[in-house]
């Protein structure tokens, strides 16, 4: 089995919809593909109807969150969207992300870059909207040559000149609201020092205490050292390993099925789940 665990679509910051990235899934070789949009299950609905014959979806999230100043990715599987407290706290993340776009252009603006709202809004469409989108009004702009170059001190980075803060969730808030609908809870990228600064090991130890499942450790941006000091590191803390692509269409270089995830990880999380379960496609509609 072929199994990544870590996608996006239109509904966030990825170029495919839905439709089209699980029948990329299934044309790329993947028996299951989790779609993992940033604080959104908007894409669930158009992805299941699209489903390919062969190809089973997890339906999950990736929610943003902030630990002592740093940011962090909580990957969340097989949830109930529907939980009213959990489905609340995703709300108020969406929620906060058109100021807070706002809030950058105001200061690419102030640094002379003629960025605007018109701009990274067309370019975000019906998705939420997010840095990634005015990384790529940048890219379109020439101020850099790519998406990742815009995820700099000097740009969007955590704490960059262009950066802005929005709402966030304490990460072992995350992780109990995951667990309460009845999902399961993977720590997206931690140690992928090319973002920014990452959160000490002290810390994931802390969240497999309070209940953390799992960590995302065959990911693009963890080095072979790293990896192996992550597998290391789960293993004493008895957390899941996961591996994934971090696919986002053509906005990132990540092929679909880049890391995968082993079977036997993927089987411990659909039997700790309650909250949903993975669909298997029964052949969707050829085009949309």
């Excluded at 665990?5 to 990235?21: K, R, V």
Aim: aromatic fraction near 4%.
């Amino acid at each position: 089995m072929r199994i990544d665990l870590h996608t996006h679509s239109t509904a966030s910051d990825g170029t495919d919809t839905p439709a089209e990235l699980v029948r990329n899934a299934a044309a790329a070789g993947l028996d299951v593909v989790a779609l993992t949009d940033h604080d959104t299950v908007a894409g669930h609905a158009e992805a299941l109807a699209a489903l390919p014959a062969g190809l089973t979806l997890v339906t999950g999230a990736e929610l943003s969150c902030r630990l002592d100043g740093i940011s962090l990715h909580m990957l969340a599987y097989l949830f109930d969207p529907a939980e009213p407290e959990f489905a609340q706290e995703r709300e108020l993340v969406r929620d906060d992300r058109t100021p807070r776009a706002h809030a950058m252009i105001a200061k690419l603006n102030e640094l002379g870059v003629p960025v605007t709202w018109d701009q990274v809004s067309r370019i975000a469409g019906d998705g939420s909207v997010g840095r990634p989108h005015v990384a790529t009004a940048l890219v379109e702009l020439g101020v850099v040559p790519t998406v990742s170059d815009a995820f700099t001190p000097d740009w969007l980075a955590d704490g960059g000149r262009a950066w802005a803060p929005k709402h966030e969730l304490d990460p072992f808030e995350a992780v109990r609201l995951v667990k309460a609908a009845g999902g399961v809870s993977v720590f997206a990228h931690p140690a992928a020092v090319k973002r920014g600064r990452t959160v000490p090991e002290s810390a994931i130890a802390e969240l497999a205490a309070a209940g953390l499942d799992g960590i995302e450790v065959d990911h693009m941006d963890h080095d072979a050292d790293t990896r192996a000091r992550l597998r290391g590191l789960a293993a004493e803390l008895g957390l899941l390993t996961t591996g994934s692509s971090d696919y986002h269409g053509s906005r990132k270089t990540c092929r679909l099925g880049e890391y995968a995830t082993d079977p036997e990880i993927y089987g411990e999380i659909t039997r700790r789940a309650f909250g949903a379960f993975p669909v298997p496609g029964a052949g969707g509609p050829a085009t949309g």
